[in-house]
C-alpha cells in the first residue's frame, strides 16, 4: 500500500526463498508489485551490515518477524535507531511485543476468534464461515501499522525525531470489532 501511495520501497527477502506457492505473472503480483527486491540472509553478519546501511538511509523499516527476532539478529529498534534516529520502525506482530501469547503464530482467523469476531461471520446457527483474511490480517494488522507509520512520518516532520511504532493483528481487529460488540450489546443485532 505504500508502494500504491508513492513510497520508494525495498522488500528484503530471505536469500534463499522459494517461490511462492501460487506464483503470479508480475504484472498481477500485488505482493511484490511497486517495490524493488532484495535477498539477504539476515543470519549472517554481511547480510545484517548491509540491512543496517540500508537503513541508516531510509524513512521507514517495516518487519514481520515474531517478538525478539530482529534483536536476536542485532536488528532491533534500539540498534537500528541508533544509526538514524529519524527513522520510523514498524513492527506488525500478532499479537503484540508481550503477554502470554506474543510469542505464538497465528492466523487472520485466530485474531478473529480472540477479538470475539469470528462469531459474527456468517448465519445465526450455522457453524462460522471461514473469512477471507481481510479482518485481522489486513484492517486489523496492515491498516493499523500503516496508519501509525503515516502519523509517526507526520509527527517526524515537527520533531525530527523516528519512532518505533508496532501494530499486533489482535488488537487491531478488536478495534475494528467495537461497533459489532457495541451493536450486539444493545441487542441490536
Known amino acids: 500500500m505504500l508502494s500504491e501511495m508513492g513510497a520508494d520501497v525495498l522488500r528484503i527477502e530471505r536469500a534463499d526463498a522459494k517461490e511462492p506457492l501460487l506464483s503470479l505473472p508480475e504484472a498481477h503480483d500485488l505482493d511484490r508489485h511497486g517495490r524493488s527486491i532484495l535477498r539477504l540472509d539476515l543470519k549472517r553478519p554481511d547480510g545484517a551490515e548491509l540491512l543496517l546501511r540500508l537503513a541508516e538511509k531510509a524513512d521507514v523499516l517495516i518487519e514481520g518477524f515474531r517478538p525478539g527476532v530482529m534483536e536476536r539478529l542485532g536488528l532491533g529498534p534500539d540498534v537500528v535507531l541508533e544509526g538514524n534516529p529519524a527513522l520510523i520502525y514498524g513492527r506488525l506482530t500478532g ?18 476468534a480472540y477479538a470475539g469476531l469470528l462469531h459474527a461471520v456468517g448465519r445465526q446457527g450455522a457453524p462460522p464461515v471461514p473469512p477471507l483474511n481481510l479482518v485481522a490480517d489486513q484492517g486489523g494488522g496492515a491498516m493499523m501499522l500503516i496508519a501509525g507509520v503515516l502519523a509517526a512520518l507526520f509527527q517526524r516532520s515537527r520533531t525530527g525525531k523516528g519512532q518505533v511504532i508496532d501494530a499486533a493483528m489482535v488488537e487491531g481487529a478488536s478495534m475494528l470489532a467495537a461497533p459489532i460488540h457495541a451493536f450486539m450489546a444493545a441487542s441490536i443485532t
Do not use: K, M, V, W
Open 95 to 112: 499479537f503484540g511485543q508481550d503477554g502470554p501469547l506474543s510469542r505464538r503464530a497465528g492466523h487472520d482467523i485466530t485474531y478473529l
